[in-house]
């Protein structure tokens, strides 16, 4: 059971670290950070805090949000323990 456990854990370690290396060499290979973040801020990508008041968004969220519930309640329903 032991090396299972920390086979997982170099597993993951190495997918945390190939996440940060793409992420470094992406930078470096166009100018660094604060290079990429003005191209997308001259570019009008940067939208924090958007508001769109449109009913598709609408839906989505209020479906997402009730398969959400459906699926906890659904969880603890088919778990025994959490009954007894």
């Known amino acids: 059971m032991k090396a299972v456990m920390w086979t997982d854990v170099v597993q993951i370690c190495f997918m945390f670290a190939g996440i940060v290396a793409v992420i470094i060499k992406g930078s470096v ?3 660094g950070f604060s290079e990429i973040w003005s ?3 001259d570019d ?3 939208q924090f805090w958007e508001y769109v008041d449109h009913c598709v968004y609408t839906r989505i969220i209020i479906v997402i949000i009730i398969v959400v ?3 906890t309640i659904i ?3 088919i778990n025994i323990t959490v009954v007894f």
């Open 69 to 71: 519930v459906v699926i």
């Open 39 to 41: 191209i997308m801020y």
């Open 29 to 31: 290979d166009h100018g």
């Open 75 to 77: 969880s603890i329903d």
């Open 44 to 46: 009008d990508r940067i």
